[in-house]
């Protein structure tokens, strides 16, 4: 088989990854909470990383009115479904495609990756944004409009008495690396290619 | 020194004059700079024993200190080097903080033959050992008023059981434990009929009987039962220790009375040049158990229980105990004397030596164990009290520490050959070494102590780095708070040749003895909250949607939730007059530290305080109509104030029906 195949069914076993492991992971560090609260989101659940961080996170978050961390996110239904299926799609173009195929499957992850990253955004924004409008405690920022507690889609973020801390886990980081991989893939076909063209 | 020379006639004398100044203000010099009397020494090495006692904010002590709380009938947490207190764990007396003998699952924890009684003299906490070390599992003490050996869980710091000791008057020589925890042992230190009659007192003589009892430890729960009772002549018994290493298999008492006196007992108990260490061979009893020795008498003792699960004590009745007779079988025990009014009665690490620390007398006496076993097969007797041999004093003695100090009461040992002892009158604690018997040094304390501790100082492996005095006279130590004053522990640094006292601390009631372990035997079995889905309560309420009232009769069962930061429900009506409303909470919380408490206005009871995944009850019986609030007890949360309810109160026999929301929500509906 091709160097560029065998890398490209690299690729495809990578993107597996969040089967096995976390995707996504929020940690909440406050004064009080010397042991951190949080969350590791897989590919089809939240769970919190003490046994009951998310009832715990949910009873810090309603005095301002949040609603509480949803134990079932439609968009977590059909995420297995759609890796699953790219992931037997990039295997197939592993064995019997050519490197243009790697690079369509590449695009097509890219656009999937781009479409879920904005969706876990959204997500976050409504979050954060749709309060009570009887809420205990209303905080407003310095211009009056009333303070949102939407967490960083990426990153470290302090809000109120809490500094949040938002990063990729190792399933998260691994499919990352496994679509990186299918590019690669295609650098690597094209190349051998042009060369044997020669 | 400049002087300008005065007119010459005068200047031999002038000069005789200056040197007779010069040399009375040199000789004048030393009184300033030496130390000051009564003062401590200051600068570089206080500074240093400071830091020695210095735990900084957010770092942990390296040692935890249970210390009995004596008449206060508690056990007190403290931590080693700050001298902190931590907690206050109720053991014999009602506590209202925690609701402990106050709430209705508590309450039988303190059950008696006698009846309900509210408080006790809790003297002498030990910790749980695997073959002679400590494993920190369980800590146990006893009562000396009315007999009892408790027993605290070490991952809860909670009482978890508590066993009245039949056929026993006061309970002095308890609880220790034996090398492998097999047993726990208790002792009585007044000496009654048995069973009780109607008899003068003055007929004590040969007519009193005391009682040392056995209870077996279940190595899984650490229930207690009591395996057996040795029936032992009417001396007091006084304190014990066991055996171990070479000495596994036997316990040894210390006994005062031996004149068996009844009236005046400090002249008249004090009369006799030596009483005995009575040296008991429980293998021994065990065989003999086997063997059908044990004779069955009726008994009435009480036994609580508390289960972790059910948030809940269940009080079960004992109606026999096993006897063993000292007077009718061979081997079980001996009398080895011992001067004079012996006190402590302490084994050293290995298991050879048993000092005996005769509180009346200047010397702490060292018996071997070898020499006993040799003496024993040889017959060496001295005669036999009550068909118990006396051993020869000369046979079994391996030593004395003399002229140590004045009135030794206790030792313990730092596992690098040396033994501390306490001397009350003399006021100090003295280091010696074993073998050699001979004085390394001697610390005064202040003042006059009782019992000391180092960690592990009763087992085969002592942590010898800290001691700590626990002294009965406090006097000027502290700031003065009236006539009645705290108790001090002190500190000392025991790592060295010399002792060093680094700190002084006040106690809560009076500490009687002490058992310090290393903090990371306990800390990584601390719990930190109750599963809710472990909880068995009968009346809990698992989520806000199971909250409910139930009248049956006039009774009224309310089955509340807490959670930051409401009740559920938090109105309810269709109580009446003359109700006996029960409030069962539970505390939905499955988070480090958020306990929540309630009360209600006019209760005849204490508050209750509720920890995460836990259910409680208290009663509250309305004497009048109206609009009742209760409210959480314990700062729980930002909204904390808002934390309340009401109860409406009808009149006896009204129609208003029973109704409780949460919200203007009927329970069920959320």
Redesign the interface.
């Known amino acids: 088989m091709k160097k560029a195949n065998l890398v490209m069914i690299v690729a495809a076993l990578l993107i597996l990854a969040p089967f096995f492991f976390p995707l996504w992971r929020i940690v909440l560090e406050a004064p009080q909470y010397p042991i951190p609260l949080g969350m590791d989101i897989h590919i089809n659940k939240i769970v919190g990383i003490g046994e009951h961080d998310v009832q715990n996170i949910n009873l810090m978050n309603h005095y301002v009115g949040m609603k509480n961390i949803p134990s079932h996110l439609a968009e977590l239904d059909i995420f297995p479904a759609v890796i699953g299926t790219m992931a037997v799609l990039g295997l197939l173009i592993g064995f019997k495609g050519n490197y243009r195929w790697f690079f369509a499957w590449f695009l097509m992850m890219a656009v999937l990756g781009v479409l879920g990253l904005y969706d876990f955004y959204l997500w976050e924004y409504d979050y954060g944004h749709t309060l009570s409008p009887k809420a205990i405690i209303k905080f407003t920022n310095d211009d009056g409009t009333p303070m949102a507690y939407q967490p960083p889609l990426f990153g470290t973020e302090k809000i109120l008495n809490f500094t949040i801390y938002s990063y990729p886990q190792l399933g998260g980081g691994l499919m990352i690396l496994g679509v990186l991989t299918s590019l690669g893939a295609a650098v690597v076909g094209r190349v051998q290619t042009t060369r044997a063209a020669k | 020194m400049q002087k300008i020379s005065p007119p010459s006639q005068g200047k031999a004398a002038w000069r005789k004059a200056s040197r007779l100044l010069l040399g009375a203000a040199l000789l004048t010099l030393p009184l300033g700079c030496g130390p000051k009397i009564g003062t401590e020494s200051k600068g570089a090495l206080a500074g240093n024993q400071a830091e020695r006692v210095y735990v900084p904010p957010g770092k942990y002590d390296e040692f935890y200190a249970f210390l009995s709380g004596g008449f206060s009938g508690q056990l007190a947490v403290y931590g080693l080097p700050s001298g902190r207190l931590f907690k206050v764990i109720p053991v014999f007396s009602q506590d209202p903080e925690k609701a402990y003998g106050y709430n209705e699952e508590t309450r039988p924890m303190l059950q008696t033959s006698y009846g309900f009684i509210p408080w006790g003299d809790a003297h002498h906490p030990d910790i749980s050992q695997t073959k002679g070390e400590l494993d920190g599992r369980w800590c146990f003490i006893n009562e000396n008023n009315t007999p009892r050996v408790a027993r605290v869980n070490l991952s809860t710091f909670e009482t978890d059981e508590i066993i009245e000791i039949p056929n026993a008057a006061g309970n002095h020589s308890s609880a220790f434990v034996t090398e492998n925890t097999e047993y726990v042992v208790a002792g009585t230190r007044f000496s009654v009929p048995i069973p009780q009659k109607d008899i003068p007192i003055a007929e004590y003589k040969g007519k009193f009987k005391g009682s040392l009892s056995f209870l077996s430890v279940n190595p899984k729960s650490g229930e207690m039962d009591i395996a057996f009772q040795i029936r032992m002549p009417g001396f007091d018994y006084d304190l014990a220790h066991p055996g171990r290493g070479v000495s596994n298999g036997w316990f040894f008492f210390t006994t005062y009375n031996t004149e068996e006196a009844n009236s005046l007992l400090e002249v008249n108990a004090s009369q006799k040049d030596k009483d005995f260490i009575a040296a008991v061979n429980w293998k021994k009893a065990e065989e003999y158990l086997k063997a059908g020795k044990g004779k069955k008498e009726r008994a009435h003792y009480a036994h609580n229980v508390y289960d972790e699960n059910k948030h809940s004590a269940k009080t079960t009745w004992k109606e026999e105990v096993t006897v063993l007779d000292s007077s009718e079988l061979p081997g079980l025990v001996y009398f080895i004397p011992t001067p004079k009014s012996p006190h402590g009665c302490d084994v050293t690490p290995d298991g050879e030596y048993i000092i005996g620390s005769g509180k009346l007398a200047a010397t702490i006496t060292a018996h071997s164990f070898s020499k006993m076993q040799k003496a024993i097969a040889e017959k060496q007797f001295d005669g036999e009290a009550y068909g118990i041999p006396i051993l020869k004093y000369e046979a079994v003695n391996a030593g004395s520490v003399n002229k140590a100090g004045l009135g030794p009461l206790h030792t313990e040992f730092d596992g690098k050959g040396n033994g501390y002892t306490t001397f009350f009158i003399s006021s100090e604690v003295v280091k010696w070494k074993i073998g050699t018997w001979e004085v390394l040094d001697r610390q005064p304390v202040f003042y006059s102590v009782g019992h000391l501790m180092i960690p592990g100082g009763n087992s085969a492996k002592p942590f010898g780095k800290y001691l700590v005095a626990m002294n009965k006279i406090t006097k000027d130590r502290y700031l003065p708070t009236g006539p009645e004053v705290t108790q001090s522990a002190q500190l000392f640094d025991i790592s060295g040749e010399k002792m060093e006292l680094l700190l002084d601390f006040p106690t809560i009631g009076e500490p009687h003895y002490a058992a310090g372990i290393p903090a990371d035997l306990i800390t990584k079995n601390s719990r930190k909250?109750y599963k809710l889905e472990e909880n068995t309560h009968p009346y809990a309420a698992k989520t806000e949607s199971a909250a409910r009232v139930v009248r049956k009769g006039n009774e009224v069962h309310i089955s509340m939730t807490m959670?930051?930061s409401h009740f559920a429900p938090d109105n309810i009506e269709g109580i009446q007059v003359g109700d006996k409303v029960f409030f069962h909470v539970t505390n939905l919380?499955?988070?480090?530290d958020v306990p929540h408490g309630i009360s209600m206005i006019g209760a005849n009871t204490s508050e209750l305080l509720v920890m995460p995944g836990q259910t409680e009850t208290f009663i509250w019986e309305p004497k009048d109509v109206g609009v009742w609030p209760f409210y959480c007890t314990d700062f729980c949360?930002?909204?904390h104030q808002e934390m309340q309810g009401y109860v409406r109160v009808s009149p006896r026999g009204s129609n208003v029906p029973m109704k409780f929301t949460l919200d203007g929500e009927i329970l069920t509906a959320r």
């Open positions: 909250i959670i930051r919380e499955q988070d480090y949360s930002a909204l």
